[in-house]
């Protein structure tokens, strides 16, 4: 009888080590970014004396393994991208529309997930900021293709 009883018992935990619910994963709560690409005529002042075709924000702060939710603001009439290969990033940017006499912004929206931590370039690869700016915003920088702070920035992942 006690060996019966105590095989029911048994029997009776694994039934509930199997009715237990999993531990939860732990909620991550993506990071929300807004960017605005302004066109030449309203864009960033630059070393050629003019103003050029600006990301603004240009550089990011992300955290390894947080979803940033990345919403892309297109002011100006032309395409632009994000490409930046060590973050798996490599989004066009819709232009802007006109309206009559206006200008109607046109929102892209991606999301990135950093794998890992470090400093990861990107760059506008889609040429742009013609006409009197003669594309300066493309222009080899310090640091390679395209302006740092106009046509390329930094994702900083921590
Ligand atoms: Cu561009």
Redesign the pocket.
């Known amino acids: 009888m006690r060996k019966v009883l105590l095989m029911a018992g048994v029997c009776a935990l694994g039934a509930l080590a199997y009715t237990l619910p999993a531990a939860a994963a732990p909620v991550v709560t993506p990071e929300h970014l807004t960017v605005y690409i302004l066109p030449g005529r309203q864009g960033l002042p630059a070393p050629n004396g003019h103003r050029n075709?600006s990301y603004v924000p240009s550089s990011f702060v992300l955290k390894k393994g947080v979803p940033a939710v990345i919403r892309v603001i297109n002011y100006d009439d032309g395409l632009?991208?994000m490409y930046a290969p060590g973050l798996g990033v490599n989004t066009i940017m819709m232009p802007g529309k006109h309206v009559g006499a206006t200008l109607q912004p046109t929102t892209t929206t991606f999301t990135v997930t950093p794998t890992k931590t470090g400093l990861f370039r990107w760059q506008?690869t889609?040429p742009?900021?013609g006409g009197i700016n003669e594309h300066w915003?493309m222009s080899a920088g310090f640091d390679g293709h395209s302006q740092v702070g106009y046509?390329a920035g930094f994702f900083v992942v921590r």
């Open positions: 075709d632009h991208s506008c889609i742009c900021d915003a046509m």
